[in-house]
C-alpha cells in the first residue's frame, strides 16, 4: 500500500495505514485503510451551529428590555450549553462512524445517532463487484463519494458512504482483493 | 451582575420567574443524564475502535459531563439551600 499517493488527508477522513484497533480484530489482521465521510458532508450542522450562535446574539437585542441582566445571562448560558452539546453530538457522529480495511475484510461500523451501534464486515474473499458513486458539483469538487461492496451469499453489503476519494479507496481494495487472489 | 442574584432568580418563587425555572430545571435535569447517556456510549464506542484521538474525546466528554453536574449542583443549590 505504500505506493498509494494519498496517506492521510482532508480533517483524518482518508488515512492510509492508521495506527488504529478495533474490537473485533484477528491476531495478525494489519489495518490498511480507514474512512470517514468528507468534511464538506458536515456543513448543514456547522451552518447550523454558526445560525444559532447568530441567533442567541440577534436575540440578546431583543430581550433586553423585557428581562434583567441575570435572567439574560442565565439565558446565554443555557442557550451556550446547548450549542456547543449540539456541536460535539455531530463531532461524535463523524468521528466515529467508520470504515475500515484490513487485510482481511472491509468493515463498516456505523453509530446511529451515537445511541445505535452497527457493525457490517465483508471478507475479501467474498467480495463479488465493488461500485464508486460520485456525482454532482460538490461531490467533483472536493472529490468524495459512496463505495458499495457487494458480497456473494448471505453476507452483508458494505457502504461508505460520502468518504473521501472514493476512488483511491477502491484501487486499495482492489490492490489487497487481487493479492488475496494471488494475481 | 451579582452572582448571588443568579442563583436568587432561580429560588426566587415569584410568579415573573416562573417561566425561567421551569425552562431551567426541565433543561438542566435532561442536560445531565444526556450528558451521562453520551459518556457511556462514548466509551463503548473507544472501546469499538480504537484511535489516536480518542483520548481527547473522551477528556471533552467528561467536561460535558462535570459541566452538567456543576449546572445541576447550582440548581440543587439554588432551589433547596437559599
Known sequence: MENNNKKSSVFYSYSLN?????????????????????????????????????????????????????????????????????????????????????????????????????????QLGKIEDITVKSGGYF??????????????????????????HPTDAVQVINKLLSKKHGS | MDPKNILAIISDLGINNIFFKLIIVFFTVFYYFYALVISKQVKIMDKTLQDKYNGLVLLITSLQVTVSLILLLILILAIFLI
Open chain 1, 139 to 164: 461531490e467533483s469538487l472536493f472529490d468524495y463519494g459512496s463505495i458499495f461492496i457487494q458480497t456473494a451469499g448471505t453476507e452483508a453489503n458494505v457502504e461508505f458512504i460520502d468518504v473521501s
Open chain 1, 18 to 122: 492508521p495506527q488504529i484497533k478495533f474490537d473485533t480484530q484477528e491476531k495478525g489482521e494489519k489495518v490498511y485503510l480507514q474512512l470517514r465521510s468528507h468534511p464538506f458532508t458536515q456543513i448543514g450542522w456547522i451552518l447550523t451551529s454558526i445560525f444559532f450562535f447568530i441567533f442567541l446574539i440577534v436575540l440578546n437585542f431583543f430581550i433586553r428590555g423585557f428581562f434583567n441582566l441575570e435572567q439574560i445571562f442565565l439565558f446565554n448560558l443555557f442557550f451556550i450549553v446547548f450549542i456547543l452539546s449540539y456541536i460535539w453530538f455531530n463531532v461524535l457522529n463523524w468521528y466515529f462512524n467508520v470504515g475500515i480495511v484490513t487485510s482481511k475484510r472491509v468493515i463498516d461500523i456505523d453509530f446511529y445517532a451515537v445511541l445505535y451501534k452497527e457493525i457490517t464486515t465483508a
